[in-house]
């Protein structure tokens, strides 16, 4: 079993930046796939970015956030990072941490993976 924990989620203005962290419980986290979703009210749960090697080598991220988002990863510290940067009032959301065991192609669903942390709330204002 392995656990997630968020923080780093608040309020802020648009145009300004965020970073979120997700604290993952197992040692072998290096070799887990590791993603962001978000979910904003009303809406389903999407896709914001994944990171599949060990070192961070491969990352994905959906067209909405390209170029402002990046994701990483420490595996010393069982730690995935998502900075925020040029933030805008639609992404506004709860964000969730998520992780695999699986590496591959389906990356972007959320029925890809297995554990979930219970969010935190990203907030941008207008």
């Known amino acids: 079993q392995v656990q997630l924990v968020e923080s780093g989620g608040g309020l802020v203005q648009a145009g300004g930046s965020l970073k979120l962290s997700c604290a993952a419980s197992?040692?072998?986290?290096?070799?887990?796939?590791m993603a962001w979703f978000r979910q904003a009210p009303g809406k389903e749960r999407e896709f914001v970015s994944a990171?599949?090697?060990?070192?961070?080598?491969?990352?994905y991220y959906a067209d909405s956030v390209k170029g402002r988002f990046t994701i990483s990863r420490d595996n010393a510290k069982n730690t995935v990072y998502l900075q925020m940067n040029s933030l805008k009032p639609e992404d506004t959301a709860v964000y969730y941490c998520?992780?695999?065991?699986?590496?591959?192609?389906?990356?972007?669903?959320?029925?890809?993976?297995?554990?979930w942390g219970q969010g935190t709330q990203v907030t941008v204002s207008s």
């Open positions: 998520a992780g695999s065991p699986r590496s591959g192609s389906g990356y972007y669903s959320a029925s890809w993976y297995d554990y």
């Open positions: 197992r040692r072998t986290f290096s070799g887990y796939t």
């Open positions: 990171t599949i090697d060990w070192n961070g080598g491969r990352t």
